[in-house]
């Protein structure tokens, strides 16, 4: 018994370094395993607030995006300031906030939207006279104010607006955020969103200016035609006049034989005749020569009818100047869908352009037909001609060939009146055989030529 307890005891023995190395080894491997474990925490950790910065930052960009987005496709200083003020609550608690913009020519701030309190306007006075807006935007950087009038802890961020690197204006919002939780990226996003702002501001003003230029070019434009029209009805005041002599010296002979009491219901009848005459001549005299509406109203208009019209007043030039006049008009050609006053402008230029072209008389053909789905009018004379090196100015405003007695307006007016109504104007010409304006107008001015 002895014998095993030794033999047992030397066993121990032999096994007992061997023991003290197995776990010496295992206490090294689970601290270096309690070490593993402890920069996996910290890589987690570290990864979990990547992560959650990584999403933050995505969130801002949406929210930029999103803004910009909008303010691409609004032009209106509500709409605007409306989802600005939406963006900025996702960022910080608003009690009220507005945009002030810096007014060059009243020379003060004005708002941007009729958003914000009384109160806001008050302290956005006295920042401006307490020089807190010049330094914001002097510095371009925004600052946080205390709300010293409250009894809880708000605070004011005043937040310029800064485009091409100039101040145009502010944005001021009122916060319930503590002034400590507020952090450079706070303010950061609240720039750039006031700066996406000032570029919608400047659109916008761009915009609006764009329509008050094209309102006054509609406005010269109506008034360029109506001095071309005035022009003409200058010109055609002597033909006009003869048209009107003659049935008043029927008339006068009618009357005189009245009052001797010779066939009255005959020769009455025959004075109300020349009287519709005379009538429907400064009917027609007043209808052309009223003032061009600046609207562009449409209706169908008698091709046919409408030249017809304007031949009365030209039917003593042509006689006197010895112009033979022939129509050729498409008695089966269709309504044309379009404004028949300035349609008439364009063949009253024409045809006193033919009649200033043949000085020593000559023919003049005018025609009318339908081809392509298109009413096509020609006016042929067998004038001057027009000269090869000026054939692409003549249409060109101000450029006449009449010296002082022409305004240059005619030519210009009426092939902006053919495009008006989407159709198209060209001359053909031979030096010293003659000219044919041709005009081709779609039946209605959708549709394309």
């Known amino acids: 018994m002895q014998k095993l307890n030794r033999k047992n005891t030397e066993i121990v023995e032999e096994l007992l370094p061997q023991i003290e190395k197995f776990i010496e080894s295992r206490e090294t491997y689970i601290k270096a395993l309690e070490k593993t474990i402890e920069l996996l925490k910290r890589e987690i950790e570290f990864k979990s607030k990547t992560t959650t910065d990584f999403k933050d930052s995505i969130d801002e960009i949406l929210l930029i995006q999103r803004l910009a987005t909008k303010i691409s496709t609004s032009l209106n200083y509500e709409d605007i300031v409306t989802e600005l003020i939406e963006l900025t609550r996702q960022i910080i608690p608003v009690i009220d906030c507005n945009v002030y913009i810096y007014d060059d020519e009243k020379r003060k701030f004005t708002k941007l939207s009729s958003r914000g309190s009384e109160y806001l306007d008050e302290v956005m006075e006295t920042y401006i006279e307490d020089g807190i807006i010049d330094y914001v935007l002097r510095e371009k950087r925004s600052i946080v104010l205390p709300d010293i009038n409250s009894f809880e802890e708000r605070n004011f961020i005043v937040v310029p607006l800064i485009l091409r690197n ?250 902006w009146i053919v495009r008006k109504h989407n159709g198209e104007i060209k001359v053909e010409s031979q030096q010293d055989k003659g000219s044919t304006f041709i005009i081709i107008l779609p039946l209605n001015p959708e549709q394309q030529i």
């Open 166 to 415: 100039e101040g145009i204006g502010v944005y001021l919002v009122h916060t319930s955020k503590k002034q400590m939780e507020f952090t450079n990226q706070i303010l950061l996003l609240l720039s750039i969103l006031a700066n996406q702002t000032a570029v919608a501001v400047e659109n916008s003003r761009n915009y609006n200016a764009l329509l008050k230029t094209t309102e006054e070019l509609k406005l010269t434009q109506a008034q360029m035609i109506q001095a071309a029209k005035l022009a003409a009805v200058g010109e055609l005041a002597g033909g006009i006049a003869h048209e009107i002599n003659n049935p008043l010296q029927i008339l006068l002979g009618h009357i005189q034989l009245i009052q001797l009491g010779r066939d009255l219901p005959k020769r009455i009848e025959i004075v109300k005749e020349q009287v519709e005459k005379i009538s429907q001549i400064v009917r027609r005299l007043l209808n052309f020569s009223r003032k061009v509406p600046e609207d562009f109203k449409l209706e169908p208009v008698n091709i046919n009818f409408a030249i017809q019209e304007m031949i009365t007043f030209m039917s003593y030039q042509f006689k006197y100047n010895d112009i033979e006049l022939t129509l050729k008009l498409d008695p089966a050609l269709p309504l044309v869908y379009g404004n028949k006053i300035y349609l008439q402008q364009v063949f009253l230029n024409l045809m006193i352009n033919a009649k200033d072209a043949m000085p020593e008389g000559g023919k003049l053909v005018i025609e009318t037909k339908l081809e392509n789905g298109n009413v096509i009018i020609k006016f042929s004379d067998t004038g001057v001609g027009i000269p090869d090196d000026i054939k692409d100015k003549i249409f060109e405003p101000f450029f006449t060939t009449k010296g002082a007695k022409g305004t240059g307006l005619g030519l210009s007016i009426s092939r």
